[in-house]
């Protein structure tokens, strides 16, 4: 407790700072541009450098979010590790400066993936005009679906396309030789056909060893759930897999099927025809909290993304370390196996760790996916030496 009364006051300090550094920096391109400052109408310069000069930057200014970068002061503290954050015990909300929270959500606002900082900003919908996040008490009397939704709490908003890019280029990393990490934007059924292609042409070139295929994927169209695949495809059969295992991430015990199982198997047969039913395996983790209505929103589980590059990335690493132990090896030797390289969720003895330190860990991640982003727009303005991160 002390350790976290200590945090909160450094955070506010810290938050305390960073919005006077704003101030200062939108004073002076209130100075420079005064032209463009639309929205000041009959406010005192004080009072529209408080209220409505940051979004007159955006509005006026190419790519607002580098140009703040561009401040070493404002682009460490958007930057900060996690261990500088103060998270909400409760709701696991981070204590962002009023600023910094107009930032995220008007950059989110101006709908660009290059701008969205992931999970740091609420829908433009859920914004005041100045880019506060408007408090759910404010909310139309008949808006009870956007009430519910649970975008409204940090650990519960959906991932955005640079969490994709992030955990994509990690996976594909690990592509060597006979193992082939698919991991693009599309469906499964995409990610299959690109499979059976590529297997067709190495047959055609004489290739002979088993290939192994790990396929991170939207499972469809119908059912925009991510999941993971391991198909083992033999050069000389390219149209039909020699072994197929299959992981989704909501709670369930095996034997029993996740709820979005046919999505999986509707998949397949789209590809390989109704005969793949049979060999399909599930090789499914109980990670992932199904929500329930009327739980609170920050309960909600909404980190599949990460659920998945994990089982990604685990299985990988095992057709890396022993191919032929995924050629061989049982069901159940495969998954506990999985466990052991699922440090983040499992414990040494592979039994799953406590909800609460599953959110932890993924609150941790998320805060990480959001500094990957302003680290990558750092070294695009060319001036990396010169932050710290």
Known sequence: MKNCTLTKEIALAANYAFD????????AWVEEHADKT???????LDEYLVNDALRDFFLNTQHPIQQLLKNRFIACHLGRRAGSVYFDPVSGDPLLAG??????????RMDSERMHVPFRSVHPNKQTEAGDTADVSNYPSDSEEIRYNSG?????????????DENSKRCTAKSVGNLHVFFKRGFLEDRLKDMKELTTVMHEAGETEPQFF?????????????????VVMDPAKPD?????????????ELPHHPRWWNHFIEEYTHVFGDAIVEIVEDLSHPLQKVNVKGDDPYRHDWNCPYYAASMADALADLVTSNPEFILNA????????????MSDYYLPDQEIKDRQEIQYINRLKRWHSGRELIKDLVIEIGHRSTYEF
């Open 330 to 341: 049982g069901l159940s030797e495969i998954h506990n196996a999985m466990k052991a390289i």
């Open 152 to 164: 409204n709490h940090f650990t519960s908003r959906p991932a955005n396309n640079n969490v994709f």
């Open 99 to 108: 600023i910094e929270e107009r930032i995220y959500n008007l950059a989110r």
């Open 240 to 252: 039909f897999p020699k072994r197929v295992m299959v992981c989704d991430t909501l709670l369930k």
């Open 20 to 27: 006077r550094k704003v101030y200062l920096f939108l004073r």
């Open 38 to 44: 639309l929205l000041q109408f009959n406010q005192t």
């Open 214 to 230: 790990v396929i991170y994927s939207r499972h469809s169209p119908k059912e925009g759930h991510f999941g993971v695949s391991l």
